[in-house]
């Protein structure tokens, strides 16, 4: 229990890390985010991509999206550990369906960024099903949004 | 009180003396006067008249339980204490009959609950049938106070066996997942609870994800998926202890656990490179064996009750459809062919039937079809209705509800109860939003 709280912890410190990188500065403009780091991540790559319906293969866009994450993570890739891509699905389906496929959505991308001469060893998968969505809502809108795989730098 | 567990509650009922009352009449002589059957429940319940228990003043409250009870099945309906014009004040005579047939009641349950010298408390009743004026069954038994919930719940069995021919459900209890907070960060924690309602606690913190509980044959353990220790594995969990254990050492997702029968061995999916196959382990000597070898996504196994056959969700069709094969694996056969997918096969204690969760147009339903695959008949529909659980008899199921999500909030989530007509569905009250309910085999006795 006391490890577990110290991980939640230092995570913590991460997220906040995370954030504070991401914010813009004072002025308001779009101030750059230190290169590098989880924000840039997600400013010049897109730390996400998107499905259809019931489906794990990648979308045009989607390979564009990884594509950017490969060349990133060329490039300051050395700064982490993990590579966590975790898969998700939207509340269309059931439990224990959607953790399949959020599993199989992961190894989509896993299988890609690997095939593009990223360590498989840093590469690693979660499926979260439909239990983690980035929209709560029940339209084509949300959904479209909550089906997806997002790599998380650790 | 909250903390009595399974183990001592088993002990205390192991010193339950059951003693059957002996009728005026020979039961055999009535049998069959005052019947109905889970299956061809009309829209009329029959009228019962359940009077309180005299004695101890828990008598009453036994009386209320067992009224709750009956009137649940959707096959019983109390009738209003108010219109009783006979007062029992001794259940060991015969009633006045008159006075219950001027009621309309078909059938009566007089009783008593004494205190007895040794601490102790002795409860008994007598199911009459009042058109025939007989006596259908009466019995005793000897247990703690504490216990008088479950006396009640065994009395409500007694008298729905005895009316309709079919084993009850009352003494059993519900292990489901109480969900609270946003949509986005949901808390799941395990908790269980009386089929009532009754007894509420919590078995997990909330500190992690946990979901799909399932229920052991022997009643102390669970098995379920929980992110623990940050990854989803499968997990067994003792629910008198709250002892909890990681099935297996694999280096993937597994998920989607279900006991085998006989309680030996879980069937559970494993994800390897993305790909979810089914496997079984047995649960001494933690040995596994692959039980599909596909492609596609290969989930929901459930055990025929024979332990022979196993239903389960695949998409190797192009969509989610049931297959059933041996138990020790194989290709399957397809056996939903209707319109929509089909998924989350759960095989009823029965053999009968299998009930699944059905995806149709815009909405979710819960159906049950023969192991055949005909006879298909759906029972409940809603923007999603998920994960059918069978109450031990087979007659009765329990599922969840989740109302649309609006405004950016997260929309309701409510267990529910149908029997297999469908006629009879009601909502199942939990203090918190609540899903993935599994319902327990009878309690022993």
Known sequence: ?154 | MMRTNTGRLVLALCAVLATVLVAPLSWAQTRGLLQVTVEGASANPIPIAITDFVGDPIGGQISQVIAADLERSGLFRPIDKGAFIERITDPGRSPRFQDWRAINADALVVGSATQQADGRVRVEFRLWDVAAGAQMTGRAYFTQSANWRRIAHIIADEIFKRVTGEDGFFDTRVVYVAESGPGNARVKRLAIMDQDGANHRFLTDGRSLALTPRFSPTLQEVVYMSYAQGAPRVYLLNVDTQRQELLGNFPNMTFAPRFSPDGNRVVMSLASDGNSDIYAMDVRSRSISRLTNHPAIDTSPSYSPDGGRIAFTSDRGGSQQIYVMGAGGGDGQRISFGNGRYSTPVWSPRGDYIAFTKQEGGSFSIGIMRPDGSGERILASSYLDEGPTWAPNGRYLMFFRQAPNAGGRAGAVRLYMVDITGRNLRPVPTPTDASDPAWSPLIPQ
């Open chain 1, 1 to 154: 229990m006391k490890l577990s709280i110290k991980v939640l912890g230092a995570v913590a410190v991460l997220l906040l890390a995370a954030a504070c990188s991401s914010t813009p500065g004072p002025e308001g403009a779009t101030a750059s985010v230190a290169p590098g780091t989880p924000g840039h991540f997600q400013q010049v790559a897109g730390d996400r991509v998107f499905f259809e319906t019931d489906q794990s293969t990648l979308t045009p866009d989607g390979r564009a999206t990884l594509d950017k994450q490969v060349a990133w993570l060329k490039q300051y890739g050395d700064r982490y550990q993990t590579f966590m891509i975790e898969g998700h699905a939207d509340e269309r389906g059931t439990r224990e369906y959607n953790l399949a496929l959020g599993e199989r959505r992961a190894n989509t991308v896993r299988t890609y960024l690997a095939s593009q001469g990223i360590s498989a060893a840093k590469l690693k998968t979660i499926s979260y099903g439909k239990e983690r969505p980035e929209v709560v809502g029940s339209d084509e809108g949300a959904w479209s949004r909550n089906r997806r795989a997002v790599t998380v730098l650790q």
